[in-house]
RNA sequence: GGGGCUGUAGCUCAGCUGGAUAGAGCGACGGUUUCCUAAACCGUAGGUCGUGGGUUCGAGUCCCGCCAGCCCCGCCA
């Protein structure tokens, strides 16, 4: 309703401005214009949107709210668009204005739904804006090189893959970009080491599984630790790397591709879709970096390190901690890689990406780390006119023990382990449940929705939860069947799958749509609230409000399956009905759809 | 010590940026099936929104203090 809501608040501010005409002349001058703020309603009863601006109004005009309610409806009913819109307004409480979209213009709504593939989304118009043909760039999963992923890559990948989905069918050119950690002092633990108890590694690519480097690494990172000998060759070894040593190089490189194809598979499973572009990609520009810094005068020099002292929002410098861009023995460091790609993204081709907004999701304990970043940024002044760049932080992901999920042995669970669990767990309740129906399918079958199910439950119960709070993983909420959960959804579709199958013949007539009955109208409301919905969650970057929106919407169909019969239904409510469980399945698969969730016809 | 995030029903969480009587789900209790998948639906019980102030017509939401939990705080990413 988008559209809709958008020609409402047009009508109410010209009411407004004719029953008020001084004082919002008045007002235009200064610098507080007089609007009216239109906001849907909470409660059905109120109707579909409510204005709450008379109380605000109520002191600039010293008039009551109710009076002022009053005059400003009085104006919307001399408005003809205005009542061919809407049903008569309702002044309600102490000057509330209910505002209710009249019968026929939802039914016109409606009707324009069925034609229309994107269900009333706008699509962001390219040509229209230079700005918008710059890419948004979305770093998200960005698991470590030489390691597998686990469950703290979990949330991040899930979650950009959605928004990224959202932005590419908002129409927004997106690059989807991991920024894997492929550098740093942890490839010469690593080679070293390797070099040492098992040189084969670093030559032959089939030598050892993905968990053996793991067992490597953490060996390699205990020495570390409590060697300081081989500190020294683990950092001669990074140095003989940045210089482009061929063995090293080659060694990295063998290590990089093993990796490559660990994540590959993980990615295929999940159906995501990500462009690597690692931390050492940005390696040529490191230098620039600090040299731009020291021209800027931003650049201090504390015990031997190069940094930039944070200043607060008064620009005081009180004890704020520096950002640390080389460190005293001259190497970089991650702030300085993050601050090569925030220049490089921005930059136009050919030096860079030509980005008008970066969106980072990573986990909130980097919040301090890309606040310093941005700021260090902005301060030599990187970021052009009219870009922005966010952090979208996440919290940590509990057991039900409400503490940092772990195996029982206290390891960190594998991503692929996670996932295994979750479709095994879906394909048991699946034969359960065909057991106590006596009902009969095939191993295909099961396997198929399975691995839909378990795959769906772990993304969805990940994304319905607000982000930036800590989120308990349960695998027994997520695959319960009742409850804001994917099966809940899937089964919604599933039950609108069966009625298309079995009114064979369905023709969705056009001609006449009609309905008489609450459950149709909450329906068919609720159907057209997709549009304002996606519009938020590309504003404030939470996909929970999608998966809200999806989960009350199947609420809401399924008390309509429940009492009114649809295929047995004389006509025209039977094809009026069918239009509604049509539109309702095709909202519950694009919305899931942009979830990054794939839906069954049967399950 | 400094900074950030969090605190809402027994449990897990929403709460659309300050609006009407604070909402879901789970769990508990009770009910619904000759009918398109009951994997559903309906009803009942359950709250001092951590706490104390403040701002105003109005605060879970904004400001200040305090309490509790988690995370970050100079050469790891």
Redesign the pocket.
Known sequence: MLSLSHNLKNQLQEALEKAFPEAVASAKKSDSPLEATL????KEE?GDF?V??C??L??TLRKSPRDIALEIVKYLNMDPDFSEMCDPPKI???G?I?ITISKDQLIKEIRSRLTDKRLGIPFEDSSKDIEKLKPVIIDFSSP?IAKEMHVGHLRSTIIGDSLARIFEFRGYKVLRLNHV?DW???FGMLISHLKEVAPEALTDPNAFEISDLVKFYKEAKKRFDEDENFQDISRKEVIKLQNKDIESLNAWNLLCEQSRREFEKIYERLDINIQERG?SFYNPFLKQVINDLEKDKLLVT????K?IFLVDKDQNQN????V?VQ???G?F??AT?DLAAIRYRFRNSPEGDGASRLIYVTD??????FNGVFQVAKRAEWIPKGCRMEHVPF??VLGED?KKLKTRSGETIKLSDLLDEAIKKAKSD?RQ?LQK?EREESETFIEKVGKTIGIAAVKYADLS??R?????FSYK?ML?????TA??LL?AV??IA??IR?GDNIQVSLREITFNEDKEWSLLRQILKLDEVII?VEE?L?P??LC?YL?ELS?IF??F????????AEEPYRSSRLVLCRLTADTLKLGLSLLGINTLE??
Do not use: W
Not at 364 to 369: A, E, I, K, L
Not at 480 to 484: A, C, E, F, K, R
């Open positions: 906001v849907a309603t909470g109120f409510q709450n601006s109380f605000q109520a002191k309600a409480g102490p509330f209910n470590n950690g740093g002092t942890q931390e504390d015990d031997g390190a940094c004890n704020l901690p520096p640390i460190k005293r023995d190497g460091n991650y890689t909130s304990g980097q919040s301090s780390h919290g940590l409400g699946i449940r129906e939860q607000n930036t709070t800590d989120y308990q909420k319960s069947l009742q409850g804001n099966p809940y089964y599933v039950r069966g009625i079995k938020e404030e939470l929970n409000r809200t989960f609420q399924n008390r399956y429940d009492q009114m019969p649809v295929l047995k049967r399950m």
